[in-house]
């Protein structure tokens, strides 16, 4: 049997994410192999994402060595993957889904950050944006790299604190003491979960995939990524949104923010049938507040 190639960028975290997607294959029997591929965004470092004007900024060279039979599957940060798949490419597997929080890793005292000024650092528009509408005296610096870097630049920097995704930290052994959970702030669409890729012709090794596919995080992703694509936005927009599915229902909470942060809307919502939820439908009544 030939190991499925499975296609990844080289970051620590990167790594770590197709190493469980290849452990969960290699203990169902199946060799593997990794193929790590450099993405546009890790080699250009210093413009903020928002700026860049691209979607699927980490995923587009591991599309196309998929698409040009390089790799068998590609792995990757649910939240970086655009709503809208490239032609010829499918999703595989949807893995059970981490910590979807962001957190605040600070340096200092921020117990008073209502009151006193405070620069804080993310590359994120949105947690940029949802940042300044609950502290709008703060500066947001811009902070680019991987998970390792962004640490380093906050302890090289007279920063009070950086926003990470929870998960990122946790999965590599990064947590530091100093933290907050940002409770409030609304994650990314799919935040926490990794998603695997492969062409939509492979039909064995979909077969494969669905072993280690999970049915309840899929539900929760594929309604966060259908508010996202209804509001027409990529993973740099200022966008967040959460769903939990208990089985029978769902929960949805999703919001939309203008960059400065001054302008906010919000949609809580709880549907009784998967079948009842509309991305669009929820859109429209964020755009109708906003």
């Given at each position: ?66 698409l040009k039979g390089e790799i068998d599957i590609a792995v990757h940060s649910m939240k970086d ?208 507040n906003y």
């Amino acid at each position: 049997m030939k190991p499925i190639r499975i296609g990844t960028r080289d970051s620590q975290l990167a790594l770590w994410q197709a190493e469980t997607v290849q452990y969960q294959l290699e203990l169902l029997g199946y060799p593997t192999e990794i193929v790590g591929i450099k993405s546009e965004g890790d080699l250009e470092l210093t413009t903020p994402l928002y700026e860049m004007g691209v979607t699927g900024i980490f995923t587009k060279a591991l599309d196309i060595a998929l698409l040009k039979g390089e790799i068998d599957i590609a792995v990757h940060s649910m939240k970086d993957v655009p709503t809208l798949l490239p032609d010829g490419i499918a999703v595989g597997a949807v893995l059970e889904r981490g910590n979807p929080h962001d957190i605040l890793v600070y340096k200092g005292d921020v117990s008073d950050l209502d009151s006193r000024v405070a620069t804080i650092a993310t590359s994120s528009l949105r947690r940029k944006a949802q940042w300044l509408h609950r502290y709008p005296h703060h500066t947001i610096e811009n902070l680019r790299g991987n998970v390792n870097t962004r640490l380093q630049k906050l302890a090289d920097n007279p920063w009070d604190g950086a926003i990470f995704a929870a998960a990122g930290l946790e999965r590599i052994d990064k947590l530091p003491e100093d933290y907050l959970v940002l409770d409030w702030m609304l994650p990314a669409p799919a935040q926490g979960a990794i998603m695997v890729l492969a062409h939509e012709d492979n039909v064995d090794l979909q077969g494969i995939l669905l072993k280690i596919h999970d049915g309840k995080t899929y539900i929760e992703t594929q309604v966060e990524r259908a508010f996202l694509r209804a509001l027409e936005g990529g993973c740099t927009a200022p966008i967040g949104a959460y769903a939990e599915f208990d089985g029978e229902q769902v929960h949805f909470k999703g919001g939309l923010w203008s960059e400065d942060g001054k302008q906010e809307a919000l949609v809580n919502e709880t549907f009784d049938h998967i079948d009842e939820f509309t991305g669009e439908w929820l859109a429209s009544k964020v755009r109708d507040n906003y």
